[in-house]
């Protein structure tokens, strides 16, 4: 018994005596930061810049340490970074791609790929030439970003650089992006592609501010994705490729406003009407990804099919 | 089990006699549809088209016109080169093709183009040697010369929208007859046409509005009046509360996978956090049975 009893008494002398030593490293260590924390302040309240005198808004001279000194106004890409996310409220833009009328005159990639500083192997908008079977005639379809209202890339984005806007269009800031490439991986339209290499012209658009509305200057290592120009939309105006078109294949509107204007006619009319009358349909529905892009059917295939040089390779 | 059968056939007929009731309850016929005349000189070539059409879309009910060869229905469809016919002026032909007539003849607005309606008028016409046409006076022949003014007046209950266009040239106001106004409603990137309408005697034209063009938030939106040639035009644009109320919605505050977190699904947040909660109790559950192992083995 005595000998279990010593045995219990040492084990308890030697945790407390384990205790104390603890608490004295934690002590320790504890005044250490402390102390360094408490020196950094004092640091930073001794630094001192020059003094300037400024004049404060109810009109009194005053002299400041410019240390002191915080700037209101945000800079431009603050700005444009927090416009182009909230994005046009109100609006709810759609897009509808008339394929009976395409001629892969691919006046839209040029369009866009001009407008977004991308290399002529890098696409927002592509004509890609398509054939249902062997019997049917081929046609030509322009594939763009299909701004799901449910859109995967966005939900997979571990950074929150690509985004959801309240006027439906999808974006990316580079500024935010890792180059993950999960977006890609998650998008089942191809709309998005990787900078891999220097972008077109970067050492001319080097000192521009980046603007998240256009995507300029584009940056290697991240995603570049159509923008429904963004910035054209701020502005009242058309998108670059619908714009660009010469045949009337886009029409592009406000679903709010239940009307699409063509860009090549510039004709206005009923969005209800033309997707109901010319059996629009969109790509994989069936995903539940909802695109704001509406196709109309390639009826009337007759036009001699034409392959164009850039899209031969 | 038989007696309750009885009573569906009953339900079945008088939900079919209200939506046939429904379904026949076809525009009024007023003055100004009366009056109305083609936009163009009935000729061989559309008496010709008016025929095709006519075939297509006509004759399965109303047979060849002038051989009485009709369809045997209730009402009798009638021949359309019958005298009956022939007294009705164009324009209520072109109503009635439009608009369906009675229980049984169909609206052909969504079916057959305007000026598709306007050939088989033409082709009905062709039957009667007396006819002549009424003259035509195209938009492009009005004298759109002077002071002109166009004034906009809105009927919101009625959705209807009288322009009235004067010339005020010698300081009197004189309307203008027969000029063609376009009404057309702003859009973000072009204007959306509504209608043209001529305008009668008093310089009156009167646009019937649709009842499902978006407006804002408070039902405003801006209508956009035009009448013009080569020689001088005039626009005028006003607010008109005749558009549906549009909220837009703000997908920024839906709760969805691709918002930020805090904007994330409830049921997403409270699986994932029930899913972390279950882990730390396992991991818990475990580190005290561990401790109370090591307990006995103390014991």
């Known amino acids: 018994m005595d000998n279990t009893n010593d045995k219990l008494n040492s084990t308890k002398e030697e945790s407390r ?29 001794v630094k001192k810049g020059k003094n300037i005198r400024l004049l404060t808004a109810d009109g009194n001279v005053v002299e400041v340490d410019s240390v002191h000194i915080k700037s209101v106004d945000k800079d431009l890409l603050t700005i444009q970074q927090e416009q182009g996310r909230e994005g046009i409220v ?7 791609i008339d394929l009976a009328k395409c001629r892969n005159a691919r006046k839209c990639v040029s369009a ?35 701004h799901c209202d449910n859109p995967p890339c966005v939900s997979v984005c571990p950074v929150d650089a690509t ?30 592609s990787f900078n891999w290499f220097e972008p077109k012209d970067a050492e001319t658009f080097a000192d521009v501010v980046y603007d998240v509305e256009l995507n300029v200057p584009q940056k290697k290592g991240t995603i570049t994705k159509c923008l429904l120009s963004a910035d054209k ?31 090549t006619t510039k004709e206005t009319v009923r969005l209800s009407k033309l997707l109901t009358d010319n059996a629009a349909y969109q790509l994989y529905p069936e995903l ?26 | 089990m038989r007696v309750k059968n009885i009573t569906t056939p009953f339900f079945l007929l008088a939900f079919l006699s209200i939506s046939v009731g429904l379904m026949s309850q076809v525009k009024p016929l007023t003055d100004s549809d009366k009056q109305k005349v083609a ?84 082709y009905i016409r062709s039957f009667n040697p007396n006819y002549i046409q009424a003259e035509v006076q195209l938009a492009s022949d009005v004298n759109l010369s002077g002071a002109l003014r166009l004034k906009l007046d809105v009927f919101k209950e009625e959705k209807r929208v009288v322009a009235l266009l004067t010339d005020s040239t010698d300081g009197v106001q004189k309307p203008i007859k027969s000029a063609t106004i376009k009404l057309s409603v702003k859009r973000q990137f072009g204007n959306l046409n509504i209608g043209e309408s001529q305008t009668n005697e008093l310089g009156i034209a009167i646009f019937d509005f649709p009842v499902d063009i978006p407006g804002n938030e408070e039902g405003l939106l801006e209508l956009i009046a035009f009448a013009g040639n080569e020689s001088k035009e005039i626009s005028v644009s006003q607010l008109a509360p005749l558009g549906l109320t549009v909220v837009p919605t703000k ?25 972390l909660a279950a882990v730390g109790g396992i991991l818990l559950y475990v580190l005290l049975q561990l401790k109370k192992i090591k307990e006995m083995n103390k014991e």
């Open chain 1, 288 to 313: 539940g990804t909802k695109p704001r892009v509406f196709y109309l059917p390639p009826k009337n295939r007759l036009f001699p099919y034409t392959e164009n040089e850039e899209t031969k390779a």
């Open chain 2, 251 to 275: 997908l920024l505050e839906q709760r969805s996978w691709f918002n930020i977190n805090k904007k994330a699904p409830l049921w997403l947040i409270i699986s994932y956090l029930s899913a």
């Open chain 1, 233 to 263: 939309l701020r502005k009242g105006e058309l998108p670059y490729c619908v714009s660009a078109c010469p045949n009337g294949v886009f029409y592009f509107g406000d679903a709010n406003e239940d009307a699409v204007t063509n860009g």
């Open chain 1, 163 to 192: 985004f959801k806007r309240n006027d439906g269009i999808v974006l990316i800031d580079n500024e935010r992006c890792i180059g993950c490439r999960f977006c890609i991986a998650a998008c089942p339209y191809s709309a998005r």
């Open chain 1, 90 to 96: 109100g609006r709810s833009w759609v897009m509808v």
């Open chain 1, 112 to 146: 866009c790929q001009e407008a977004h500083h991308l290399r002529p192997e890098q696409y927002h908008i592509n004509t890609l030439q398509m054939q249902d079977t062997p019997s049917t005639k081929p046609y030509h379809m322009p594939k763009t970003c299909q």
């Open chain 2, 39 to 122: 936009a163009f000189k009935f000729t061989n070539e559309s008496q010709t088209r008016g025929m095709q059409q006519y075939n297509n879309n006509c004759k399965s009910c109303h047979g060849d016109p002038g051989k009485k060869n009709y369809s045997n229905l209730d009402p009798i469809p009638g021949d359309p080169a019958s005298a009956e016919y022939q007294a009705l002026t164009d324009g209520e032909m072109f109503f009635y093709i439009t608009n369906g007539k009675g229980q049984l003849m169909p609206m052909f607005a969504n079916a057959i183009s305007e000026s598709q309606r306007w050939d088989i008028v033409a």
């Open chain 1, 17 to 45: 005596r384990k205790f104390l030593k603890n608490i004295g490293l934690v002590g320790l260590g504890g005044f250490a930061i402390g102390a360094a924390l408490f020196s950094a302040k004092k640091f930073e309240e």
